[in-house]
């Protein structure tokens, strides 16, 4: 029996063509803002199951308030 090939949502495939792009890893936010696409974390999930996308590591951002975030880079198969 043949393995069904994975279909992504729009958002989820949009995410991993940014981060395919990227020269960097990136948050969530910044992969947003290059793709204008609001992506959410569950958008990460398919392309982490499939070996796609890896967290990177954390880097720290401004807001009202210093916080570590996730970054995320394509690592394809």
């Known amino acids: 029996m043949s393995k069904k090939e ?3 949502s ?3 495939q949009a995410l ?3 981060l395919k792009g ?3 890893p990136l ?3 910044e992969a947003s803002e290059i793709a204008g696409v609001e992506f959410k974390t569950g958008h990460l999930s398919s392309g982490r199951a499939d070996g796609l996308i890896e ?3 954390e880097k720290e951002i401004e807001v009202l308030v210093k ?3 996730k970054t995320y880079r394509y690592i394809g198969k």
Do not use: H, P, Q, W
């Open 16 to 18: 991993i063509n940014t």
């Open 55 to 57: 967290s990177a590591g």
């Open 6 to 8: 994975r279909v992504y």
């Open 67 to 69: 916080k570590s975030v």
């Open 27 to 29: 948050t969530l936010a």
């Open 10 to 12: 729009s958002e989820a």
């Open 22 to 24: 990227a020269s960097e």
